[in-house]
């Protein structure tokens, strides 16, 4: 069984009158272990399926399996549930809470997941130290350069164990040297066998990757893997 | 269970933590609960110390027993009509000894009045500086329900010779002769000596009250000045005669004071039942007045709450975004405001039940000599009214911010 299924997936907006067609049917398989580039031009629909895959959103039609289940019959707590247990999330522009410490933020999906309070600081800890920021559990966001608080959102990404990384454009904010530092995180993770795919718009990002999704008009231009 | 109080702490927290950043903004939201709660607390306790005090006064006199004089036991209304009893004139001792003489369809009658306030000495010891010294005849003594326990009860020839001598109420009589007999002991109040002869006890009700030192009220009269209001204390012999009792006594000072036919009376008959009645009547207005006031604040308040809830949740859009997509259900969205709701509410009104204890408290002891009161019942129902107002107009925005999209929300700059 495959981590995740997609099968002719449409996501359309409603805009007043008009239809806005951001996917018109992608089908795609993703397995335990892979990392995954998509990319695509601006508006080709990357975000939408990142969403989609993130359990942030449900399809318009089309079918989503993930780990066997079918995330389109789901109501809104169990998609939080999934997003909490299975769903990592990275963003462009960090998504931290910008009044608290790095600690509190990666403490957050535990809260959420109903670790007790010892136990939660414990884990943690532990996700900080793994992305090499065991000297600033206290700092808030607005005292960390943009590397280290993408870090801190890699923590925040993996405290749970989800089954799959998601991060959309997680370089993006970033220059291209602490955008290497991160990249460099990612591949390691990959290297300990976490699921990751990653969005973005820059070739020599999708290169880390093993495999890379083109994605155009909201459908699947070229899927292959990197050489 | 166990879930939901772990649930419930973080959100506390996560409420502390938001009240905190906008410190300014969350102090004017919750002054209006804080004054809605302040204005409850502030009057309840009042008048709990008041009602305390004439239970405590009154409650002593028994079921038999009431009191003639000057001023009301309770009054509630503006200075003008305060000064209508001020300015009655005093009842003097000629009238009440008139009134004693003629008051011979009840058993007993006694006169009362404080003289002096201050510290009794002793060759031993002294005591508090609250010790009342009162004038009295024999009668105050069975009136009062007063029980001499040592030596002997105050006699007529006391009050004819205008003799120096005093009963002790036990508590002072303790205080002054820590060991053995105050009978045939001398007290000093100020720098003037008098005799103890006699000690006596007071109703278990009484424990607590100040300390008394009674003596001759001719002897009072003499040394202290003659113009002092005089309280009547009239005991009938059975609890069901006491409303003709009361009656008759109406009657027999108005033709003592003369008051002319048809006008009201320019003095008070009360017994502890028809004060603690005339308290709940009076007072029944206030309370009604005060749920109507406080009712409009805690509303007025509500809707501020929920105003600033609203632009919070705005504000905060991004966060609740965040939330969301690393796994909050809307039950755990709406829990965090709906809590914040209740905490700005409930900071409020902590310090509207301390304020207002303190006030009224300050009003109790310093300006009426009341011993303070703490009404724990109402400071319990002022801080439940705060949770329902936070729950009333927290749950609106709780509700908006619950179900906001998350992706939207995510996005919102
Ligand atoms: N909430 C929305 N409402 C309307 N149209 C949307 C919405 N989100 C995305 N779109 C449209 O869907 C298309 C794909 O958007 P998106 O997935 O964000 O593209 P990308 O991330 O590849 O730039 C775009 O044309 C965009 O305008
Ligand atoms: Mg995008």
Known sequence: ?227 | MRRFLAELRESIRMALGAIATHKLRSCLTLLGVLVGVFSIILVMTAMRAMKNNIEKELGSLGSKTFVIQKMPGAYFGGPEGFMKFMRRNDITFAQARAFQRKAAFVPAVGLQASFWNGELTSRYDRTPPNLSLEGATPGTFITNNWGIIEGRPLLDSDLESTRDVCLLSEDVAKTLFPRGSAVGQRVKAEAISYSVVGVFERAASSEGAQGLAVIPITSALNRYGRRRQITILVQASDPALIDDAMEQSRGVLRAIRKVPPGQEDDFEVLSSDSMIKQFQTVTFAVRTGLALVSSIALLAAGVGIMNIMLVSVTERTREIGIRRAIGAKRRNIMTQFIVEAIVLCEIGGILGVVLGMLGANALAVYLLKLPPAFPVDWAVIGLAICSLVGVVFGSYPAYKAAHLDPIESLRYE
């Open chain 1, 1 to 227: 069984m495959s981590l995740i299924r997609l099968d002719a997936i449409c996501r359309h907006y409603e805009m007043g009158s008009e239809t806005v067609h951001a996917l018109r049917g992608v089908s795609l398989t993703i397995e335990r272990g892979e990392y995954v580039a998509i990319m695509g031009p601006s508006g080709s629909g990357k975000s939408t399926l990142m969403n989609l895959l993130g359990c942030l959103d449900s399809p318009s039609s089309g079918i989503y399996e993930l780990n066997g289940h079918h995330v389109g019959e789901m109501d809104d707590d169990e998609l939080a549930e999934i997003r909490n247990r299975e769903i990592g999330f990275v963003f462009q522009t960090f998504n931290l809470l910008a009044r608290s410490s790095a600690l509190r933020n990666v403490e957050l999906p535990l809260i959420y997941a109903g670790v007790g309070l010892e136990e939660r600081r414990e884990i943690a800890i532990a996700a900080l130290t793994d992305v090499g920021l065991a000297d600033r559990l206290t700092h808030k966001p607005n005292e960390m350069s943009g590397g280290q608080r993408q870090r801190v959102a890699v923590a925040r990404a993996l405290v749970n164990k989800p089954s799959i990384l998601l991060a959309d454009e997680p370089t993006g904010n970033l220059d291209t040297r602490t955008g290497a530092e991160i990249l460099e995180l990612f591949q390691n993770l990959a290297d300990k066998g976490n699921t990751l795919i990653v969005v973005t718009h820059e070739e020599n990002v999708a290169r880390h990757a093993k495999r890379i999704i083109r994605v155009r008009d909201g459908l699947v231009a070229s899927d292959e893997p990197v050489t």
